[in-house]
């Protein structure tokens, strides 16, 4: 009698004949109908019908049943929240069981039943079990409260269970504290901003005591928690280090490889001349080594992080290349990775090994590995200068095996080597000719094409060769297509004479008949290049190329300090952050390497932030490129902008201040607190998705104009996304010029010249005023402070939020894009103050269809607020109902609500501001005149152009 | 942490799924199914696959995809670790661990998995505390539920599991007491032509089976520790102890486990017991060719090698061989190209070798390459690591007869 019988009854009546086995007397036939229905639901069967009556076999003292009725109301309670409230009686009383088994299963299922009635019903019985004298019972508590979380995440805050959870890392037993951790860690991951891991020297210790103490898994979190963890200097450091080593030798590979996570993090602390250091490194090596011996799938994570961890530290590895060969019996996937890795580790020393190994590979059946065999040859040859010649000539002998894969992936990497090392490889050029004929890959046709055009003087039928390939043209891919062109062309200003003909035809080839753009853009450039000035055409086209680097597929290394700090989880599998994939990219902390000497880790710069909290950079601002793309893209189907640009007089003329006359002296007051280092940049970072609060939170900058107050320097463009480059920057007002001061670092290897940048379009018409000057390159791990003088006289264009940037930045690498948005104060005249006869005359030339009235709704306060509560509330009494006048309805933005003034008629826009400004008074005089038009230069004039086009009304703005 | 699991046979069908959170749609593994057609082999399937919302992790196994569905970032390791944890008990539970097993067994299975992960946190993994819980199915013990209606399901709380020694429960009791340590030994080493060894590492693991009354603490020294290269040891085994002194000191748990494994690397003389004599001749006009192997012992300290098996992959040109063996059976599949010659036990006094011609295309070249002869074999009682070899085991209170078994294979 086997469980198989369970899934034979495939009747007509199952379901009817189930219900009557559960509502017998006879206890086994009871459970017997359980089991089956037990065994439909887990072949995904719908057996949700029988609720009332599986529910009815609960009240049971077998443990058996109890545990059966458990798994399905475990499963069927979210599509029967009625009938699940009915078990909940019968919970409560198990939690209150004599026997700790009892209790802690009910606590544990009670916490799988995702329904919110339950939820409310569970949260006494928790308290209980989380004070449980019985360890068991209080780890199993702890992980309910993590599940209780994910169903009512508020519920569990309100009822204090995350301060209780907090108090059990400080428990006695190590099997509670491992699962408060794990707990804890699944909850900080959807609150990222929630300090629930507060990690200090004390629990430290006491995480460092449970670890010898748990069981594997839990191992596996506290170590994973220690990582995020910042020591004060590096002898904690090294404390820490000690007691973490021994995990190193656990039979658990997870354990280990965390283990290793957290080594690799610390010893970032340590100073190298530390003997400590040496032998850390030495103890690095064998349990990676040991992992490769482990079953593939774990040997693939496995190898996917010494990926990284060779790159950071190649000393640890250095001497066990031989792990890294291939065995005949390893699945695909983990071979590609050997192969990589021994690249990697690829050195004079051990070069003749690795050519021997790759050289066999190369032989192998299966095409992948053969190809990637191939390349890898040709990497060792760029990567190690010494081994050029005999990789060149291992590459040779593939390209006899006559095997066509083979010798089109050969033809690719030595295309790479003559760039590599021009003039010195030429005479294998016969040989690769021999194969023309049997290449039928774009990229190894279009490598053959560009050896034969680069060395086309040495090549005595090339033109004979080239026109070969011309014959097909239109059938060519665009790569062997451009490449052809450009091919053709040098093999013309090499030898004019013979190939007029030739590149006539291809020419009138490639620019008309031809539908691709970039082929014919390239043709009608070295048309016009060779018809105007030949010698010049040969400079461009013959110019000499800058060598390839040494290793293109380096991880840059900013990206690779913040993927080493998420070694053994999937970021470190992918090689990419996880704000690159993580759903929704919340809940993302950038984490990065603590600095090598503790005690300078203050104020500096931001990259040198604590790991674990989030660092001054402001990374949801940013776009990925592809979104910025999109953006400028969209620039063209916006409303165009019609009428003469905006001229720079009226913008002085008619600028008014807000804040100006009266407030100026006001503002440098005792009352002004100036707002915490960080605040600026934070806001911006926090208040992404509503412009609306944006803005808000901006004119706590705005009280600050006048040049007074200078934002610290956020980091705009992180290096990792723009290729070594980082920028960060403020903008500032100064004596009535507005500019914007850039801090450029190169953090790449390479050296950066030729800056230049550019301003998207935006709502106020900002543009550079003069060039981007940076007058000498910039080397690696160089830093240079630029002001960049700024004017508005540029394009205008309506952004979202109104105070965003769009900014693109050039260098001899690449172009970069990022936005940002600046504080409006930088946009204020200091002259503004305006006189009330002339307010009182603005505000009614505004047409009354521009007015709008509505009340604000559920707007949290909070403490910094309620001052500026006070001042609208002032507003409030002496004119209850004021007019909003919606002005301008282009600029959203500007008619900004007072979110404090709770369920309170206000004027909206032009209230805004003074309403959130400390100095309550001024605010007061001047709320007596129904509010202060604010001016903003460039915005007014060209507010009259933006209305006339449909421009859909802000939601907040509807009543 | 672990949202879902399936289980999924070779030829596509889901066949067991559990979900420790809300219910994950099985449609979710049609990523699986696509990287599965695309992979030409059931090994070659990668083991992290990524979907719009989930990711998917899977081992393979027993010819068994198990796949567990996860939504946060969750270190890989410790989901694919616990995988091959859940193939292990499942096979410590029924003998064998395969499709027409689960599914007879599939109330258990349920019971075992719900046990193991609460809410995607590993609960319960360690064995002995499992079938505590609940009891493995016997054929006995569903007899005796049938009759007297009582269950596989413990009623007792697993006393292991609240203890400082997790892995080991209280209160057992044997009047046999006994305890079996197995050293398994695999070298993987490569010999060259003229005999010389090219690289060589032993991997080694020590299985124990323990069956000691209450709470025993034992100690295990080695001759010469400094051999092992890198070891991983059972939690049981105190770290600190190793550390210092280089003697393994543990709690055992009850039953079969695995103590120790190691690594000897290449650095340490490793002395191969066994050799292989060739004479493989191809001649490039002659379509006939000649081959000649003879295997024999060699350090083996007077013991004897059995389970020999010799393969070698002939090279393409090979169109088939006839050979005589002068003991043991042996086969060539002509399409593989795949020698294989079960030789069996080696008797010192007369070696075994397999002789004759093969028979090779005509016209074709004589071949790059010579074969490569892959060798199996076990040596009882013997570990190549020297040092190892000696075992001396001290226990503290009862007395207990030990027997000690070696294998060695290679």
Redesign the interface.
């Known amino acids: ?4 019988k ?2 034979t009854t495939t009747k007509k009546g199952e379901i009817f004949e189930l219900k009557a086995e559960l509502n017998s007397d006879k ?2 036939k009871k ?1 017997e109908a359980v ?1 089956k229905v ?2 439909s639901m ?3 069967k719908d057996v949700s019908a029988l609720f009332p009556d599986v529910v009815n076999c609960m009240q049971t003292d ?4 109890k ?2 009725v458990y ?1 399905y109301l475990m ?1 069927y309670a ?1 599509s029967q929240p009625d009938m699940a409230i009915m078990a909940v009686n019968t919970f409560v009383k198990d939690c209150e069981d004599p ?3 009892i209790r802690a299963l009910a606590v ?1 299922t009670m ?2 039943i ?1 329904v919110d009635k339950i939820t409310e019903y569970l949260c006494e019985p928790l308290r209980k079990c989380l004070k449980d004298e ?3 019972v209080r780890k ?1 508590a702890a ?2 409260v ?2 209780l979380h ?1 169903i009512n995440a508020q519920l569990v805050e309100d009822q204090g269970f995350l301060d209780t959870l907090k108090d059990l890392i400080s428990d006695s037993n190590p ?1 509670v504290v491992a ?1 408060a951790v ?2 804890l860690s ?1 909850i900080a ?1 959807s609150h990222p901003s929630s300090n629930l891991l507060d990690l200090n020297p004390q629990s430290i210790n006491k995480l460092l005591t449970a670890l010898n ?1 748990c ?3 839990g191992q ?1 979190f506290i170590l ?1 928690c220690l990582a995020n963890y910042t020591p004060k200097d590096d002898r904690e450091a090294q404390s820490i280090c000690e007691r973490v080593t ?1 995990r190193l ?6 354990v ?3 283990a290793v996570k957290v080594l690799m993090k610390f010893m970032e602390m340590l100073s190298k001349d530390l003997d400590y250091y040496g032998t850390l490194l030495k103890k690095l090596a ?2 990676l ?2 992992l490769l ?1 482990a ?4 040997q ?3 190898l996917r992080n010494i990926n990284l961890i060779v790159q950071k530290r190649p000393e640890i590895l250095k001497h066990e290349m ?2 890294f060969f291939v065995k005949y019996n390893d ?3 983990v071979k590609l990775e050997k192969l990589d890795i021994m690249i990697r580790l690829a050195s004079q020393a051990n070069i003749a090994q690795v050519l021997a190994e790759l050289k066999e590979y190369a032989t192998e059946v299966d095409v992948d590995f053969v190809r990637k065999a191939v390349r890898a040859i040709g990497r060792c040859a760029i990567k190690v200068e010494q081994s050029a010649e005999r990789c060149v000539s291992t590459l040779l002998d593939l390209i006899q095996t006559k095997v066509n894969y083979v010798v089109q992936e050969a033809i690719v990497v030595i295309k790479d080597i003559f760039r590599k090392y021009p003039n010195k490889y030429e005479s294998v050029i016969a040989t690769l000719c021999e194969n023309l004929d049997s290449l039928d890959e774009p990229e190894a046709r279009a490598a053959m094409i560009w050896i034969v055009g680069e060395y086309a003087e040495r090549i005595d039928n090339a033109d004979e060769l080239l026109e070969s390939f011309l014959e097909g043209f239109h059938d060519e891919s665009t790569q062997v297509q451009l490449q052809l062109l450009t091919a053709i062309v040098k093999l013309f200003l090499k030898k004019p004479t013979e190939t007029q003909e030739l590149v006539q035809q291809v020419l009138s080839l490639a620019t008309q008949d031809s539908d691709n753009p970039d082929l014919r853009d390239r043709g009608y450039i070295y048309w016009r290049l060779l018809s105007t000035d030949p010698v010049a055409a040969k400079e461009v086209v013959l110019a000499e190329k800058p060598l390839i680097s040494e290793e293109t597929d380096l991880i840059e290394p900013t990206l690779l300090d913040e993927l080493i700090c998420y070694i ?4 470190s ?2 090689h990419k952050p ?1 704000s690159a ?3 929704g990219g919340r809940g993302v902390v950038h984490k990065s390497l603590p600095p090598r000497t503790a005690s300078n880790e203050s104020t500096e710069s931001p990259e040198t932030a604590p790991a674990g909290a989030p660092s001054g950079e402001q990374p949801d601002v940013i776009p990925t490129q592809g979104d910025l793309l999109g953006d400028l893209l969209n620039l063209d189907l916006g409303p165009p902008v019609s009428g003469p640009p905006l001229a720079t007089s009226s913008v002085q003329m008619g600028a008014v201040d807000l804040l100006g006359g009266g407030l100026d002296s006001l503002i440098g007051g005792p009352n002004f607190v100036a707002p915490p280092a960080a605040a600026v940049p934070a806001n911006l970072g926090a208040t992404m998705g509503s412009g609306l609060s944006d803005l808000f939170d901006l004119t706590s900058g705005v009280g600050t104009l006048s040049g007074s107050y200078v934002a610290p320097k956020a980091v705009w463009l992180p290096a990792m996304k723009a290729k070594g480059l980082e920028i960060s920057g403020t903008f500032t007002r100064q004596v009535g010029s507005i500019s914007m001061d850039l801090q450029l670092t190169n953090k790449a290897l390479q050296v950066m010249t030729d800056f230049a940048i550019q301003f998207n379009r935006n709502s106020f018409g900002l543009a550079p005023a003069a060039p981007l000057q940076v007058h000498a390159p910039l080397s690696p791990n160089q830093t240079v402070e630029i002001s960049l003088p700024l004017n508005t006289v540029g394009s205008v264009m309506k952004m979202e939020p109104l105070n965003n940037l769009q900014v693109a930045v050039k260098n001899n690498i690449d172009v970069f894009y990022f936005s940002t948005l600046y504080p409006l104060h930088i946009l204020f005249v200091e002259d503004g103050k305006m006189d009330r006869q002339m307010f009182l005359a603005t505000w009614k030339d505004i047409p009354n269809e521009n007015e709008a009235q509505f009340q604000i709704r559920d707007c949290p306060l909070n403490a910094g607020a309620l001052l500026a509560l006070r001042g609208c509330e002032q507003q409030a009494t002496e004119q209850q109902h004021l007019h909003s006048r919606q002005e301008e309805r282009g600029r959203p933005g500007y008619a900004l609500p007072v979110p404090e003034a709770h369920q309170r008629h206000l004027g909206a826009g032009r209230a805004a501001y003074p309403a959130r400004q400390p100095q309550l008074h001024a605010v007061t005089e001047m709320s007596s005149a129904r509010g202060v038009p604010t001016r903003v230069p460039g915005l007014r004039d060209h507010s009259q152009e933006l209305s006339s086009h449909p421009v859909p009304t802000p939601a907040f703005c509807q009543p | 942490m672990i949202h879902s699991l399936f289980l999924i046979n070779s030829s596509g069908d889901i066949f067991l799924e559990k979900h420790w959170k809300s219910v994950v749609s099985r449609s979710v593994c049609d990523y699986f199914f696509e990287a599965q057609e695309r992979a030409t082999e059931a090994e070659n399937v990668p083991p992290v696959i990524p979907t719009p919302h989930h990711y998917l992790l899977s081992v393979y196994r027993h010819k068994i995809f198990f796949v567990a569905v996860i939504q946060t970032e969750v270190p890989p390791l410790f989901v694919i670790e616990f995988l091959h944890r859940v193939v292990d008990t499942f096979q410590d539970y029924f003998g064998v661990c395969s499709e027409p097993v689960i599914k007879d067994n599939v109330v258990v299975v349920y019971e075992v998995l719900e046990e193991m992960l609460d809410n995607g946190f590993p609960l319960a993994t360690e064995s002995n505390i499992l079938k505590e819980l609940i009891k493995p199915p016997t054929i006995l013990r569903t007899v005796v539920n049938t009759i007297t209606g009582s269950t596989n399901v413990g009623d007792q709380l697993p006393t292991g599991q609240l203890s400082v020694v997790p892995w080991r429960r209280t209160g057992v009791k044997y009047t046999n007491n006994e305890a079996y340590f197995d050293v398994i030994e695999e070298i993987d080493a490569i010999i060259d032509k003229s005999g010389s060894t090219i690289t060589a590492e032993i991997q080694g693991v020590i299985d124990a089976c323990v069956k000691l009354t209450g709470m025993p603490d034992l100690t295990l020294s080695f001759m010469n520790p400094r051999l092992l290269d890198d070891v991983s040891f059972h939690p049981c085994v105190r770290f600190k102890r190793w550390e210092s002194e280089r003697i393994l000191s543990f709690i055992p748990p009850d039953g079969n486990f695995r103590l120790l494994s190691y690594h000897v690397s290449a650095q340490n003389l490793v002395a191969i017991p066994v050799y292989v004599k060739h004479n493989i001749s191809f001649r490039d006009s002659s379509s006939l060719g000649r081959f000649e192997i003879t295997v024999g012992p060699k350090q083996t300290m007077g013991k004897t090698i059995e389970g020999v098996i010799v393969t070698s992959q002939m090279p393409k040109g090979v169109l088939n061989m006839s050979l005589t063996p002068s003991q043991g059976t042996h086969t060539f599949d002509p399409v593989t190209k795949m020698l294989s010659w079960d030789v069996g036990k080696i008797n010192p006094q007369k070696l075994p070798s397999l002789k004759g011609t093969m028979s090779l295309q005509a016209g074709a070249s004589k071949p790059d390459e010579n074969p490569t002869i892959n060798l199996h074999f076990k040596i009882q009682q013997l570990a190549i690591s020297e040092g190892l070899s000696y075992l001396l085991l001290l226990l503290c209170g009862t007395h207990v007869s030990l027997l000690q078994s070696a294998p060695v294979s290679g």
Do not use: Q
């Open positions: 009698m086997t469980d198989s369970y899934f206890k086994e459970k089991k037990i065994a887990t072949v995904g077998n443990l058996e049943l545990k059966l798994l499963n979210k026997n700790p088994l544990r916490g799988c995702r019985d360890p068991y199993t992980v309910c993590a599940k994910d099997m699962n794990a707990a699944e991951e103490e069981t594997e898994w596996i994973d021994p030798s656990h039979a658990n590979s997870a280990v490889l965390s064998p349990p080594v040991t011996s079953e593939p799938e774990l693939y994570v496995a031989k792990v699945p695909i996937y053994g989880t999937l970021a599998v992918y996880p994939f993580v759903e």
